[in-house]
């Protein structure tokens, strides 16, 4: 029978703990530094240094050292509550930034071998730790003792060694390392009133708000509550405003310091050493407790992508209150009402600065893109003094697409210039209406413009025309002709006839054409006939045309062409008679690359001519098409009479 003193029940922890809480919990070198600096400050320490090679990793600080009796009850107790015990602040007075009692443990997260020398007072010891003696103790179910090891620490304070690095968690270069740690103290380089100094060196270099790449980066800034930074730490910020910091008024308390900052572009954000800065890093008690809490805000505006920051909101961690950080201290647990809070008022703040941030981003970007291309600012000074700012704000717009080729941001802007002065002159084209109070003074400028702008946008559809027509005058190689053709040409049928420009479809009516097409060809089989794509048809001013595009390489007889022509003529007028349509004008086009056979006789062209007049036929050649086209088109360029102020000005654009 049991003893009925005996509790039935009993909760026990072993050492494997540790791989959760520490030899597994950490991924990365900044990360598992971080909290041995922490553990500096918390030891009244006014200066940590790091020195890393490729062999070690060392950890010094002038703090307050431990005695033999600390280091067991506090340093090698996992899950020790130093405010619990110690309270809320430090000998210094400063407020504690651990709590949880197993940041230590992380340094097994980039170390094998970990040795300890600390002195307090009269007090020195030095101990070391190695993982596989650990793992040997978990296997056994034993306690693990660290081995005593000669003294060889500072004459103040506290020296970690970690040896035999894990390769992967400590690859990182130093200078990433330098500029990852600024980005998660805010307490670096803090001095109090009293003369309370921490600094914090890696390799024998203070780390300070310089070593921060997201400040540099800066465009424009917001901060909470008062201006925070000085201007020394973001050179290249050109406006900066002030946010309320008030989180939650139900909770007084509930404030936060720091700033937002929106970048130049997005690539501003992209560093290979610091990583990525795009995101919003949150603090509490002067270290990072959430890398990124901006993808946590279901905020997917473009200027999230600009986006960076700090937000230091000490009402996370404070006194008394519940531990809402995650055992690495990376994240925060998500449905506690502080963190609700935080990410509601930091959603509306973004939503706040939106319009604000793209009426900045325009308007610096429209000066950015004068500046590199001065026929933009002629452009502007020739608008009326009312309309230049919307103009201004259009080519910034064009400015801050993020684009590789230039050349493509030279035809945006020529297009938005287009565009803006067709809007300007329709808005102006009220005045027409104004009757007998409308006088020659206005009127005639306002004419003027109108064909101006006319000319301009002619040019500028010949232009692409004629790029249009280049593709096919540079092909070499038969069957890429008829690639290209087939491509481009019914989508251009202004290359067969410039009077072909507004012609209409109708899908319905090729659709018949092309389900009859076995008809027309009984050589072709079911499934060869439903996937014609050779064949159109348009309607343009009372004439309904049949286009087929032959093969480039294929050479014709012209008995092939009056076998096919009167068989289409006779499907489509059918479909048109169908439609209430009597009497339709039909014609027949044939685009081919190779001349008839009948073309070699002497009176062959003539012949031709004659035979496909007879169902209101004719051919076309490649060739042909392509010099008639860029004569036609060529002619409209070198001819027009003047070149007026807009053409000129997207000329110095091409």
């Not at 309320?244 to 954000?269: I, N, R």
């Not at 009402?315 to 994240?331: C, E, M, N, V």
């Not at 004068?370 to 080519?395: C, F, H, M, V, Y």
């Not at 076998?563 to 209430?580: F, I, S």
């Amino acid at each position: 029978m049991s003893d009925p003193m005996t509790p039935p029940y009993v909760l026990t922890l072993d050492l494997r703990v540790l791989d959760h809480l520490g030899i597994n919990l950490y991924s990365n070198a900044a990360a598992v530094l971080s909290e041995a600096v922490a553990n500096a400050w918390d030891a009244d320490a006014q200066l940590v240094k790091l020195d890393i090679n490729n062999m070690q990793i060392t950890i010094e600080d002038d703090g307050i050292g431990m005695t033999g009796k600390q280091i067991n009850d506090r340093f090698l107790k996992a899950g020790y509550d130093k405010r619990t015990e110690e309270g809320e602040t430090s000998a210094a007075g400063r407020t504690f930034m651990g709590r949880k009692g197993i940041g230590k443990l992380a340094l097994f997260s980039i170390a094998e071998t970990i040795e300890v020398h600390t002195r307090s007072g009269a007090e020195r010891h030095a101990f070391e730790m190695k993982t596989t003696g650990i793992r040997a103790a978990i296997a056994a179910e034993k306690s693990y003792y660290p081995k005593p090891v000669a003294f060889n620490g500072p004459a103040k304070g506290t020296l970690i060694v970690l040896r035999d690095l894990k390769k992967k968690r400590t690859a990182t270069s130093v200078t990433a390392l330098r500029k990852r740690i600024a980005r998660r103290f805010s307490i670096i380089g803090f001095t109090s009133p009293k003369g309370d100094h921490f600094g914090v060196e890696i390799n024998g270099k203070s780390v300070g708000a310089e070593d921060r790449e997201d400040l540099r980066a800066l465009e424009f800034l917001w901060e909470f509550g008062g201006q925070c930074l000085p201007v020394s730490n973001c050179p290249n910020v050109s406006k900066r405003f002030v946010l309320p910091d008030q989180v939650d008024p139900a909770h007084p308390s509930w404030k936060v310091k720091g700033w937002l900052g929106a970048a130049e572009g997005p690539k501003k954000l992209k560093h290979d050493e610091a990583g990525s800065l795009n995101g919003i890093v949150v603090l509490a008690r002067g270290r990072l407790i959430q890398e990124n809490i901006l993808d946590k805000l279901g905020y997917n505006r473009i200027l999230v992508s600009y986006l960076t920051g700090q937000v230091e909101a000490d009402f996370l961690d404070l006194q008394g209150g519940d531990d809402i950080a995650t055992s690495d201290r990376q994240r925060l647990i998500e449905d506690d009402e502080r963190y609700v809070a935080l990410t509601e008022f930091l959603r509306k703040t973004l939503v706040s600065i939106q319009d604000k941030w793209t009426d900045l981003r325009n308007e610096a970007r429209g000066k950015q893109a004068i500046s590199e291309i001065p026929a933009l600012g002629e452009w502007l000074d020739d608008l009326p003094t009312s309309q230049r700012k919307n103009a201004e704000r259009l080519l910034g717009l064009i400015r801050g697409i993020e684009l590789e080729d230039e050349e493509e941001r030279k035809q945006l802007y020529r297009s938005g210039m287009l565009a803006f002065e067709r809007l300007r002159l329709r808005e102006e084209g009220h005045l027409l209406a104004q009757g007998p109070q409308l006088t020659a003074a206005v009127l005639l400028p306002l004419l003027s413009d109108l064909a101006t702008l006319e000319g301009s946008l002619y040019r500028e559809i010949v232009r692409v025309r004629l790029d249009v027509i280049k593709e096919f005058e540079n092909l070499v190689d038969g069957n890429e002709k008829e690639k290209v053709l087939q491509k481009h040409l019914f989508a251009n049928l202004w290359l067969l006839d410039p009077g072909w420009e507004r012609a209409a479809g109708s899908e319905r009516i090729e659709q018949i054409l092309k389900k009859d097409y076995k008809e027309f060809d009984p050589k072709l089989s079911d499934e060869e006939s439903k996937g014609r794509v050779d064949i159109r048809y348009r309607t343009n001013a009372g004439e309904h045309i049949i286009v087929e595009l032959k093969r480039a390489k294929r050479r014709l007889h012209l008995s092939e062409l009056v076998e096919q022509g009167p068989k289409y003529r006779t499907a489509l007028h059918k479909c048109l008679v169908a439609q209430g349509e009597q009497n339709p004008h039909i014609s027949i086009v044939f685009v081919v690359g190779e001349f008839l056979y009948e073309d070699d006789d002497y009176d062959g062209p003539a012949m031709i001519d004659n035979a496909l007049k007879a169902f209101n036929g004719r051919v076309m050649h490649y060739e042909t098409l392509i010099s008639k086209a860029q004569a036609a088109y060529s002619d409209f360029l070198t001819g027009s009479a003047k070149a007026d102020r807009i053409d000129n000005i997207l000329k110095k654009l091409a």
